[in-house]
């Protein structure tokens, strides 16, 4: 298990995270972002970032429920796309998903 973005992040999206990244591995969905986990080195710069203590490192206590959620965003097919994401080796490069998975947008919408 590498860092994971837990559902704190719902909704906030302020890129502080995206920012410290060492290798671009965070990725930006509609209303959460997740890490790659094939991509992310647990360098750690992301946790201190971030303003609302969304991501855990492996090392971390964490509901297992949000590792899952990063791993089935790059997967998995999210609705609207056609293929999985992968691991397209940096998220500038891709841009804005336009997706998020089923989990996040439960939550989203029932906020
Ligand atoms: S732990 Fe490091 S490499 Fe992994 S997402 Fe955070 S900043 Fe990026
Ligand atoms: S810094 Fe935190 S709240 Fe902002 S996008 Fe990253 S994980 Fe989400």
């Known amino acids: 298990m ?5 559902d704190a992040c719902i909704g906030e999206m302020d890129a502080s995270c ?33 303003p609302v203590s ?20 790059f997967d998995e097919m999210l609705p609207g796309r056609d293929e999985p994401l992968g691991s397209p080796g ?3 490069a891709v841009g804005p998903v336009g997706a998020d998975t089923p989990l996040a947008s439960r939550i989203a919408a029932d906020r």
Do not use: L, M
Request: glycine share 6%; hydrophobic share 35%.
């Open 90 to 92: 940096g998220a500038s």
């Open 18 to 50: 995206v920012d410290v990244c060492p290798v671009d591995c965070i990725y930006e969905g509609v209303e959460k972002r997740y890490i790659n986990p094939d991509e992310c080195i647990d360098c750690g710069a992301c946790v201190t970032a971030c």
């Open 2 to 6: 590498t860092h994971v973005i837990t």
């Open 54 to 73: 969304a991501i855990f490192g492996p090392n971390d206590p964490q509901d297992p429920v949000w590792a899952e959620d990063n791993r089935v965003f």
